[in-house]
T-cell receptor, first 113, second 112 residues
């Protein structure tokens, strides 16, 4: 059974800091990995999708890497801003009939002005 | 291009009642997945519909059921509501099963 872990559950950093959010998963036979952002009480916004054959993806100040063999992914946020404050979730899908997403519990990030 | 929409935004029901939640998928997407997110938890997969057929189900009881229509919109029905059904219900659509999933804003269900 695939399990996804995100530690720590919460993180507080000063504005401008570069930071790394970690995600680990137990089954390396994944199809893809997605990072999402969730604002309080809202839906999920897809940030980056990494296919199993890829090592990283970049979008603006965000960079996500994937190491399937070790079951890890990191989301790097450069020059953090107060507007980056949100919960960040990672989710993996496995090859199969429906490729459902299995989520971690998320990391709640607070960027202090 | 219209994104994923869900209705209603919020809903309050009494234990034992039935509820129907609705989702319109992103234009051109034929796969819809439903997730339940309890407070402080990650979303949990309920089921997926592909071209009007159920295409996989998570660990949820049969009182959670769904439909997908020819225009690929979808409904989630929950019978005999329990207090633990209180959660944010998220709908996601994708072009094909396994592709990147795009989420709607969710429906917040409160069962009293």
């Amino acid at each position: 059974k695939q399990e996804v872990t995100q530690i720590p559950a919460a993180l507080s950093v000063p504005e401008g800091e570069n930071l790394v959010l970690n995600c680990s998963f137990t089954d390396s036979a994944i199809y893809n990995l997605q990072w999402f952002r969730q604002d309080p009480g809202k839906g999920l916004t897809s940030l980056l999708l990494i296919q199993s054959s890829q090592r990283e993806q970049t979008s603006g100040r965000l960079n996500a890497s994937l190491d399937k063999s070790s079951g890890r992914s990191t989301l790097y946020i450069a020059a953090s801003q107060p507007g980056d404050s949100a919960t960040y979730l990672c989710a993996v899908s496995v090859p199969g009939a429906n490729s459902k997403l299995t989520f971690g519990k998320g990391i709640t990030l607070s960027v202090r002005p | 291009e219209t994104g994923v929409t869900q209705s209603p935004t919020h809903l309050i029901k009494t234990r034992g009642q039935q509820v129907t939640l609705r989702c319109s998928s992103q234009s051109g997407h034929n796969t819809v997945s439903w997730y339940q997110q309890a407070l402080g938890q990650g979303p949990q997969f309920i089921f997926q519909y592909y071209r009007e057929e159920e295409n996989g189900r998570g660990n949820f009881p049969p009182r959670f059921s769904g439909l997908q229509f020819p225009n690929y919109s979808s409904e989630l029905n929950v019978n005999a509501l329990e207090l633990d059904d209180s959660a944010l219900y998220l709908c996601a659509s994708s072009l094909v099963s396994g592709d990147e999933q795009y989420f709607g804003p969710g429906t917040r269900l409160t069962v009293t």
